[in-house]
């Protein structure tokens, strides 16, 4: 009967290191797809010259849709 319950206790002893061990590699993997997703490699910029694909009817506009007399000011546009 001792040994039984010291058999189990291994047993058990076994499996509470095997889980701890799942549960430290399942974190690492979280904390690298965190990373993946919500670190800097995930904002990237897009520039005008690469070859970006729009919606049908969204395409971005040469001119803004500005009053004439915004349009022709003498003022410099800030981009």
Known sequence: MITEKLSKE???ENQVAALQ????CLKEQ?????????????EKVVSPSD???FFPGLEPKNEP???ERL???PYEKIT
């Open 71 to 73: 349009r022709n000011s």
């Open 21 to 24: 061990q799942e549960d430290a």
């Open 51 to 53: 070859d970006v694909l």
């Open 65 to 67: 849709d500005l009053p």
């Open 10 to 12: 291994h047993l058990l």
């Open 30 to 42: 979280l904390e690298w797809f965190k990373r993946q997703i919500f670190g800097k490699r995930s």
